[in-house]
């Protein structure tokens, strides 16, 4: 950006604003959560079906991510990033008022889309107001701080505005907020373009691959009802790789794609991506069933279960503090696995203590190392996965690694939750009779130890994919300190 066109522009100012908008996309992430059993009890959403609120918006944000990063350098950021606030409010405003379960995932879908527009938009911004270097680093870790503080925020509002209000105003509370972010961003943000660039936009690819995990995570949901093996699911399930295969087939012969696929050429890359798509799948289901289970087997109110998740927020710091200290010391893969490994450890552990007659102790007992772990894994799958990559793909590369954690996350709650419950559905058919209520918990609570197993399994499996793939010299640059871990962070 040219700051003489701009003589009277405080970057400080413009980063307030796009922080307040990426605050409202973070603190969404997690502000759903614990309004789940409210929204499954008035919406009358199946077990399988619930994950669809959550995964509808991970999947558009995820599939339109690349693209809207693309559309924010060539059409302005400023511009882009108003036009993601208004869709993400209109889309919030829809689903309050959201009377049946298509209306309310279409709205979600929505609202995903209006996300992949704001946050590669806004952090484009930061990058375009702040000279490389310190200031820059200093922008950087009060967004991500930004981002970390949305998401415990967005478990105690949650619970706060489902307890006293309604869950309608989860989504209610992002309009105001919305409104004086646009009226702020005309005001104090500039709208800077990239001079030059080919002014071509990969909407065909963009399309393909998220039409294809659309298709391939529907199948996956739906297997629990269908059979896994059945022709519908089996069709549905090509359809999806059929779009994907082409969505690759795009990407080799788009003059502007939204993935130079010759990135994954780089082991580093390659190897970050491969492994953090594996592990998000099982740490970010995490939250969708612990919040079923605190609130419908353990009996704990909306606000109570936001409070039940900070101990998760506070280990998550914690890991990636001790990350940033200890990679230097002793290096970067010995901090990666040792983080999958608490992780997995800590799934293990929740799986062990949910019980129908199970205890808050216990479940911190997981969740703590788990969360640990999880602070740790993260850094460290950042840095490797954008380590050896030339300036002018750093962010190309951010984006990707951000994509790669939205379809994990995706896909894993689709498995899980499919895999969860069948075990539910199974467990019902064992009873002879009509299930009591007590029957009805148990099967919820083997449906949600199933899910903890294979998530804690999906982690470990990353722990070996690390362990095989990535070498010592993929990672010399990160342990030789060439790379900023505040900026990974």
């Known amino acids: 950006m040219n700051r003489s066109d701009h003589p009277h522009f405080n970057p400080w100012l413009a980063l307030v604003v796009v922080c307040f908008g990426q605050f409202m996309?973070?603190?969404?992430?997690?502000?759903?959560?614990?309004?789940?059993?409210?929204?499954?009890?008035d919406l009358g959403f199946s077990d399988s079906s619930l994950a669809w609120v959550v995964n509808?918006?991970?999947?558009?944000?995820?599939?339109f991510l690349l693209l809207g990063?693309?559309?924010?350098?060539?059409?302005?950021?400023?511009?882009?990033?108003?036009?993601?606030?208004?869709?993400?409010?209109?889309?919030?405003?829809?689903?309050?008022?959201?009377?049946?379960?298509?209306?309310?995932?279409?709205?979600?879908?929505?609202?995903?889309?209006?996300?992949?527009?704001?946050?590669?938009?806004?952090?484009?911004?930061?990058?375009?107001?702040?000279?490389?270097?310190?200031?820059?680093?200093?922008?950087?870790?009060?967004w991500a701080g930004v981002a970390a503080g949305g998401g415990a925020v967005g478990l105690l509002l949650g619970g706060?505005?489902?307890?006293?209000?309604?869950?309608?105003?989860?989504?209610?509370v992002n309009v105001p907020v919305g409104v004086a972010i646009v009226f702020a961003a005309l005001k104090w943000v500039p709208n800077s373009v990239q001079e030059g660039a080919l002014r071509h936009f990969d909407i065909a690819g963009a399309i393909t691959v998220t039409g294809g995990l659309i298709a391939l995570v529907y199948a996956i949901v739906e297997a629990s009802n269908w059979g896994w093996g059945a022709p519908k699911t089996l069709g549905v399930a090509a359809g999806g790789l059929a779009l994907l295969a082409a969505f690759i087939a795009i990407?080799?012969?788009?003059?502007?794609?939204?993935?130079?696929?010759?990135?994954?050429?780089?082991?580093?890359?390659?190897?970050g991506n491969g492994v953090f798509l594996v592990v998000a799948g099982g740490l970010f289901a995490m939250f969708f069933f612990a919040s079923l289970y605190l609130q419908n087997i353990l009996g704990y109110s909306p606000l109570t279960t936001g409070l039940a998740f900070l101990p998760?927020?506070?280990g998550i710091a914690i890991g990636a503090t001790l990350a940033e200290k200890l990679i230097p010391r002793v290096g970067l893969r010995p901090v990666l696995l040792s983080?999958?490994?608490?992780?997995?450890?800590?799934?293990?552990?929740?799986?062990a203590t949910t019980k129908v007659g199970g205890h808050y102790p216990g479940v911190v007992g997981g969740l703590l190392p788990m969360s640990i772990g999880m602070g740790a894994t993260f850094v460290s799958l950042t840095l490797v996965a954008t380590t050896n990559v030339?300036?002018?793909?750093?962010?190309?590369?951010?984006?990707?690694?951000?994509?790669?954690?939205?379809?994990?996350?995706?896909?894993?709650?689709?498995?899980?939750?499919?895999?969860?419950?069948?075990?539910?559905?199974?467990?019902?058919?064992?009873?002879?009779?009509?299930?009591?209520?007590?029957?009805?918990?148990?099967?919820?609570?083997?449906?949600?130890?199933?899910?903890?197993?294979?998530?804690?399994?999906?982690?470990?499996?990353?722990?070996?994919?690390?362990?095989?793939?990535?070498?010592r010299s993929d990672v010399a640059r990160i342990e030789s300190g060439e790379v900023s871990g505040a900026v990974a962070v």
Do not use: H
């Open 339 to 351: 983080g999958m490994m608490v992780a997995a450890a800590g799934l293990g552990v929740l799986a």
């Open 56 to 63: 509808a918006y991970t999947l558009f944000f995820g599939g």
């Open 160 to 172: 706060f505005l489902v307890e006293s209000l309604s869950w309608e105003w989860i989504f209610f």
């Open 390 to 471: 030339e300036e002018r793909d750093a962010g190309l590369a951010s984006g990707i690694f951000n994509t790669s954690q939205q379809i994990g996350g995706a896909l894993g709650l689709a498995v899980l939750s499919s895999i969860a419950n069948s075990k539910t559905t199974s467990f019902l058919g064992g009873i002879v009779g009509r299930p009591t209520v007590l029957d009805k918990q148990e099967a919820l609570v083997s449906g949600f130890q199933t899910a903890f197993i294979v998530a804690a399994g999906l982690v470990a499996a990353g722990t070996i994919l690390a362990a095989l793939l990535l070498r």
């Open 25 to 41: 996309v973070v603190l969404d992430a997690t502000i759903v959560n614990v309004a789940l059993p409210a929204i499954q009890r």
């Open 69 to 142: 990063g693309r559309a924010a350098d060539l059409l302005g950021r400023r511009s882009l990033f108003l036009a993601g606030v208004v869709v993400f409010s209109l889309a919030s405003l829809a689903n309050g008022l959201a009377t049946s379960e298509t209306q309310l995932i279409v709205g979600r879908a929505i609202q995903g889309l209006g996300g992949a527009m704001l946050s590669p938009a806004a952090l484009s911004v930061i990058t375009t107001s702040f000279a490389e270097g310190a200031e820059r680093t200093k922008a950087l870790s009060i």
């Open 312 to 314: 998760v927020t506070f």
């Open 251 to 271: 990407e080799r012969r788009s003059p502007a794609p939204l993935v130079r696929l010759e990135l994954f050429k780089l082991r580093s890359l390659a190897t």
